[in-house]
């Protein structure tokens, strides 16, 4: 008998690991975590998968340590890793907006622009990306490694913070504006270039990809079916906005057809009294786990 195949996938612990093991349910695979919190047995067999933290996990990747994993852009940057970039998630921990690394300073501070940065110390997680952002600024500042609530740390501290936000209410919370923006991150499904190359492996790791994007692009769109006089078809369906055209089947009664389209979710309020009015019937909203575009 064959050994059982399988990739070992890592997947963030901390802030992002709700999100991400949510994602992933949607997309099918479901997780329990161990009781060292640090072990996920997943229901496919294929898959071995380890929470770590996604600072790390571009390196660990890089050596092979794991075939994948799912890690924020700006870590794959800061480790420098050469990884294989499989996919684009486009969520974040509370949002499916991009994230945001920026320089922030006390709302009291002198510092308006990145120039008045020259010879002052700041603090962040994000080290190397930092000073490279500096030196292309032509400015030169002492840049120290933050362990962490680097947002309390500024004036007593240090005079700056480099810090992630995704909506800004921390940084508020704390007395604190942003000078400007270093970089734009996002989540990524990353591989191993060895592991790419294994034909199985990147097929697997493909369709990982594949489904955490279709649970991604379900998330602010409903599935909406309804029953529709055929004298009405025409109307009603102009008032459908669709991924692609509605699917038409044929109902017992020759003079009515069932009729199912995919819409965005804001769009279900105003148009079901609309499609009501024009004849519909039968009306039905049901949420969607996967839309593969």
């Not at 929470?51 to 800061?78: C, H, N, S």
């Not at 009729?259 to 519909?280: D, F, H, M, S, Y």
Request: hydrophobic share 40%; proline share 5%; net charge neutral.
């Amino acid at each position: 008998m064959d050994k059982q195949k399988f990739i070992r996938l890592a997947l963030p612990k901390g802030s992002l690991q709700q999100a991400t093991i949510s994602l992933m349910e949607k997309a099918g695979f479901h997780f329990k975590i161990g009781t060292r919190a640090y072990q996920a047995e997943c229901n496919d067999p294929e898959i071995k998968a380890v929470l770590i933290r996604p600072q790390e996990m571009p390196r660990y990747v890089a050596q092979g340590v794991f075939d994948a994993g799912i890690t924020g852009l700006d870590w794959v940057k800061e480790n420098n890793a050469e990884v294989v970039e499989v996919e684009t998630l486009s969520y974040s921990k509370s949002s499916l907006r991009p994230v945001k690394w920026v320089v922030a300073v006390p709302n009291d501070s002198s510092i308006k622009s990145v120039k008045d940065l020259q010879g002052k110390r700041i603090a962040t997680e994000l080290v190397n990306i930092s000073r490279q952002y500096l030196a292309e600024q032509g400015v030169e500042a002492e840049v120290e490694f933050s362990w962490g609530a680097t947002e309390v740390k500024p004036p007593e501290l240090c005079d700056a913070i480099i810090e992630l936000t995704e909506t800004g209410s921390s940084l508020r919370a704390n007395n604190l504006r942003v000078v400007d923006v270093v970089m734009e991150s996002c989540t990524k499904l990353i591989a191993n270039k060895s592991s790419w190359q294994d034909d199985w492996k990147r097929k697997k790791i493909e369709n990982i990809g594949l489904l955490l994007r279709s649970a991604i692009d379900a998330v602010d769109r409903v599935g909406l079916k309804m029953n529709v006089p055929k004298s009405k078809l025409e109307a009603i369906t102009k008032l459908l906005p669709a991924i692609t055209a509605p699917t038409v089947s044929p109902l017992a009664d020759e003079d009515w057809v069932a009729l199912e389209t995919i819409l965005q979710e804001q769009e279900v309020r105003q148009l079901i009294p609309e499609l009501k009015r024009a004849g519909a019937t039968g009306i039905i909203e049901y949420p969607l786990n996967k839309v593969i575009i």
